[in-house]
């Protein structure tokens, strides 16, 4: 499964166009899971156990998947797979080094105001599942912005 999953994924990024401008590159991935994965995801995702509510989020409406949940350690492998690391590596212009995946669940009413991530975090890559026309995050090129690179 881990193979199909890795494969999908590749697919996924080199069917979609790298966007490289104002020191930043992105691209808008489109169906990155196989099914199989993509089923085993939304089976964890619904079972609310699998989860916690990390301390400085206490106050917001989300939680964070178990570290030591069996899919949190697939999708680790999966992520650190060579194949992966060299797509990013070739098309980012950049090393990859430790991969460390999280896997949020966002409820109604939380929402996350504009912000710069933590300088140590060189890609992150960020799916969402839903059928909302609108789901995801707009990135801008710095915080007085006012139109997003998307």
């Known amino acids: 499964m881990i193979k199909k999953t890795v494969s999908s994924i590749i697919n996924s990024l080199e069917n979609s166009k790298v966007h490289k401008g104002n020191g930043h590159i992105?691209?808008?991935l489109q169906n990155v899971f196989d099914e199989e994965f993509k089923n085993e995801l939304l089976d964890t995702i619904g079972q609310e156990n699998n989860f916690t509510v990390e301390h400085l989020q206490k106050n917001q409406a989300r939680a964070k998947l178990k570290h030591d949940?069996?899919?949190?350690n697939k999708l680790k492998i999966i992520f650190s797979h060579s194949q992966i690391k060299k797509f990013i590596q070739?098309?980012?212009d950049m090393n990859v080094g430790d991969v460390v995946?999280?896997?949020w669940i966002d409820s109604e009413g939380y929402n996350l105001p504009r912000h710069t991530d933590d300088g140590s975090i060189a890609v992150a890559m960020q799916i969402y599942l839903?059928?909302?026309r609108n789901l995801g995050?707009?990135?801008y090129t710095n915080m007085e912005s006012k139109e997003p690179l998307a």
């Open 26 to 28: 992105y691209q808008n």
């Open 69 to 72: 949940n069996a899919l949190q």
């Open 90 to 92: 070739k098309n980012y």
């Open 101 to 103: 995946p999280s896997v």
């Open 130 to 132: 839903g059928t909302a």
């Open 137 to 139: 995050t707009q990135l």
